[in-house]
């Protein structure tokens, strides 16, 4: 797999696109952070991390309003053939507002919004909506 944030990501959007509760997902790091930042938006239920030594997977609870999903759209955006990096002025609002861009910096993965707010650029990583 050469892009596991993509894999991620379709993962989570392929579930909630037949109905599954929750998503099994290979674990990382930077995948949980990632999976973090969803639950703490609202975008996904619970995160957990489970399993142990080469079985760890993250477990995450998909969350439904009205019978649609959460997550209208991912795009990745920042890709493992194309990094795409920016400073903390070419930090825009991602479909006027209602939905976030994740951008990796030194100081750990963030929303847009929390970018901008401590002044930092960085990796683009995805934007949802």
């Not at 995948?31 to 938006?41: D, F, M, N, Y």
């Not at 994740?102 to 401590?118: C, F, H, V, W, Y």
Request: aromatic share 6%.
């Amino acid at each position: 797999m050469t892009d596991p944030i993509a894999d991620m990501l379709i993962r989570i959007k392929n579930a909630q696109a037949v109905g599954r509760q929750t998503v099994k997902i290979p674990f990382s790091g930077l995948k949980l952070s990632l999976a973090q930042i969803l639950e703490k938006a609202g975008f996904v239920g619970k995160v957990e991390k489970r399993g142990k030594d080469i079985q760890k997977y993250i477990k995450i609870d998909l969350k439904y309003k009205e019978g649609r999903s959460n997550i209208g759209g991912v795009r990745r955006m920042s890709r493992p053939g194309q990094r795409l990096y920016v400073t903390k002025n070419e930090i825009r609002p991602v479909k006027q507002g209602y939905g976030l861009a994740i951008i990796s910096t030194s100081k750990g993965l963030m929303t847009n919004k929390e970018a901008r707010k401590i002044g930092v650029g960085g990796e683009l990583m995805c934007e949802i909506w």
